[in-house]
T-cell receptor, first 110, second 114 residues
């Protein structure tokens, strides 16, 4: 069964607005990662946050992690048309597997 | 190479034919993953290779699917007697070691079975 679940499944906002996506998971983790996928091709790593971290920034990206609620959020500030993509969270499972959510499809309207 | 390379990028095959998909991971990466992604869906784990250890094949959906990794580098995913439900993007990824590291994806191989 799927560990990570993103919500919303789809999000459409105006360019310049902030976009927030959430990820929930079920079991204890060592770290959580966010990836972006354009047009159904390869995923690109965005950011990794470890279980002992609560917040991490990378450019216009801000990720938070609440291990007590088993949830994470990805905030994209000042969105651009190029941010249109699907966003996935992944948590480390037993040994080696990353467990993936179904993704949030983000559409930035110009 | 600089990134994970997959070939072919697109493949259209007739139902019942066999197909081979190739993945060339980043040099020095010992871990290699194959995933499948149907249109609009999340990633479905297929198989994992780590160094010289026996691969984890627990995600392979049927015995028509098999994969090899020769010399700890290039991997080939083979689908025998393809079915229409096999149509998907097949994504290969590699990482330095096991989970906890960033994994790097190839651009995928789009398989369409007609």
């Amino acid at each position: 069964s799927q560990q990570g679940e993103e919500d919303p499944q789809a999000l459409s906002i105006q360019e310049g607005e902030n976009a927030t996506m959430n990820c929930s998971y079920k079991t204890s983790i060592n770290n959580l990662q966010w990836y972006r996928q354009n047009s159904g091709r390869g995923l690109v790593h965005l950011i990794l946050i470890r279980s002992n971290e609560r917040e991490k920034h990378s450019g216009r990206l801000r990720v938070t992690l609440d291990t007590s609620k088993k949830s994470s959020s990805l905030l994209i500030t000042a969105s651009r048309a190029a941010d249109t993509a699907s966003y996935f969270c992944a948590t480390d499972g037993s040994n080696y597997q990353l467990i993936w959510g179904a993704g949030t499809k983000l559409i930035i309207k110009p | 190479g600089a990134g994970v390379s997959q070939s072919p990028s697109n493949k259209v095959t007739e139902k019942g034919k066999d197909v081979e998909l190739r993945c060339d991971p980043i040099s020095g990466h010992t871990a290699l993953y194959w995933y499948r992604q149907s249109l609009g869906q999340g990633l479905e784990f297929l198989i994992y290779f780590q160094g010289n250890s026996a691969p984890d094949k627990s995600g392979l959906p049927s015995d028509r699917f098999s994969a090899e990794r020769t010399g700890g580098s290039v991997s080939t995913l083979t689908i025998q007697r393809t079915q229409q439900e096999d149509s998907a993007v097949y994504l290969c990824a590699s990482s330095v070691t096991k989970s906890g590291n960033t994994i790097y994806f190839g651009e995928g191989s789009w398989l369409t079975v007609v």
